[in-house]
T-cell receptor, first 114, second 112 residues
């Protein structure tokens, strides 16, 4: 199993550009989520999904869009990049409740917006 | 809103020492608590998962405890090694949802 994979590993964007961060898992997990990690703030939840066709907002959803058309994939779209979105982005997956189940994280995407 | 705190933010110990990392949370209505390890520039690796009904979990040299009533968890590392150097994160999952609330982590350095 590859686990949770993310692409790209690094990305530099100019303000106003859009892009999609890719996330895929091969463990047949229903639950997938996106977090951002900023210095001194810990990881914060952006969006999550409990299954194909179902998504919901987390703590910091503004400026991001998600969709879940398959169980395996959960892409994160930045609609119009801003310097405040400079961060490290992590995708995670697990089986859904009832659990409890461990959550597995991808290696991250380091994004810089200039 | 669930607040998760980890103190200290950084810790240096000599090799071979036993150590304890602390995690506290404000809302005791948690479903489980998970400890992670993060190496510089890398993703998160799950170390231990404690269900809310459990008091502790063990894996090798690691032992994690949970006291819901006081809103605390500790991660005990026995006989520390330089390879244990990393940032340790705790995260709580609230009852009824898969979402995790993270602390800001403790950066551990084990000196050879």
């Amino acid at each position: 199993n590859a686990g949770v994979t993310q692409t790209p590993k690094f990305q530099v964007l100019k303000t106003g550009q859009s892009m999609t961060l890719q996330c895929a898992q091969d463990m047949n997990h229903e639950y997938m989520s996106w977090y951002r990690q900023d210095p001194g703030m810990g990881l914060r939840l952006i969006h999550y999904s409990v299954g194909a066709g179902i998504t919901d907002q987390g703590e910091v959803p503004n400026g991001y869009n998600v969709s879940r058309s398959t169980t395996e994939d959960f892409p994160l779209r930045l609609l119009s990049a801003a310097p405040s979105q400079t961060s490290v982005y992590f995708c995670a997956s697990s089986y859904s409740l009832p659990g409890p189940y461990e959550q597995y994280f991808g290696p991250g995407t380091r994004l810089t917006v200039t | 809103k669930q607040e998760v705190t980890q103190i200290p933010a950084a810790l240096s110990v000599p090799e071979g020492e036993n150590l304890v990392l602390n995690c506290s949370f404000t809302d005791s209505a948690i479903y489980n608590l998970q400890w992670f390890r993060q190496d510089p520039g890398k993703g998160l690796t799950s170390l231990l998962l404690i269900q809310s009904s459990q008091r502790e979990q063990t894996s090798g040299r690691l032992n994690a405890s949970l006291d819901k009533s006081s809103g605390r968890s500790t991660l005990y590392i026995a006989a520390s090694q330089p390879g244990d150097s990393a940032t340790y994160l705790c995260a709580v999952m609230k009852t009824g949802a898969n979402n995790l609330f993270f602390g800001t982590g403790t950066r551990l350095t084990v000196i050879p």
